[in-house]
């Protein structure tokens, strides 16, 4: 059963700088401490095959990256026509090798589910990808029995979300094998940090998550707590392992 603990982005703060010792980049210097990375910047413009290549040649053999699918797939193109597309994608995160873990699906809040639209969407994907696949809808149609059948039909793991849109996205769903967590920070998104007792319940889930692979993945980095907050859950996996 493999658990891995990372940010999204890679980025240390000076103040921080006394965790992540050593030589090398930053992202050199956090696979030395943390097990795997969030790649979000694909999300918002495509990477050179060559960048990923260099990026997986920087972090240790077990090291582990997702990659976030871009979002003329999901946001623009609302996973229509999309072939093209995806293939341009899946060609350049081939960089990273063995390295790579898994691709991140985010979907709009106001993209309702479609059985039909998302079936295709993901057997086509399926068809040319057969590595992890995490999905995290946020349109409260998504939580529902044909789309949680859909999702664990193609092995396909709902993301368990932090703040939930609904109650429902708190827990992980679809493909049971997988379990994908995204702490974005709560009560404000993206800002907050987690309390110490918060994060005491995060490590106490991944450690007794059934599932045979575990992501946290901690999001919350406008105001740099992201770190510090995978920092504690590493720290607490740790102890609980030996």
């Not at 341009?88 to 059985?115: K, N, T, Y």
């Not at 997988?178 to 995060?202: C, F, N, Q, W």
């Not at 889930?205 to 995978?230: M, V």
Request: hydrophobic share 40%.
């Amino acid at each position: 059963m493999a658990c891995y603990t990372g940010t999204a982005g890679w980025g240390i703060a000076s103040s921080l700088a006394a965790s992540f010792p050593g030589e090398g980049t930053h992202l050199a210097r956090y696979a030395r401490r943390l097990s795997c990375a969030e790649i979000n910047s694909s999300f918002y413009r495509p990477h050179r095959q060559a960048t990923y290549e260099r990026w997986a040649a920087s972090v240790p053999p077990a090291f582990r990256f997702s990659v976030k699918m871009p979002r003329v797939i999901t946001h623009t193109k609302r996973m229509v026509d999309t072939r093209d597309d995806v293939s341009r994608f899946l060609d350049e995160i081939s960089g990273l090798g063995d390295r790579l873990g898994m691709v991140l699906v985010q979907l709009p809040p106001s993209l309702r589910f479609s059985a039909v639209v998302a079936g295709a969407f993901f057997d086509d994907l399926r068809l040319r990808f057969d590595g992890r696949i995490a999905c995290e809808p946020r349109h409260g149609e998504w939580f529902c029995q044909e789309a949680e059948a859909l999702f664990a039909g193609r092995h396909v793991a709902r993301v368990a979300a932090d703040p939930a849109p609904m109650p429902a996205a708190a827990e992980p769903g679809g493909w049971r094998g997988l379990t994908y967590r995204r702490l974005h920070g709560s009560p404000e998104m993206y800002v907050s940090d987690y309390s110490p007792e918060k994060l005491a319940l995060i490590a106490a889930d991944l450690r007794d998550d059934p599932a045979e692979e575990r992501w946290c993945i901690f999001d919350n980095t406008a105001q740099g707590h992201a770190l510090p907050d995978a920092l504690v859950v590493l720290e607490a996996l740790s102890q609980a392992g030996r």
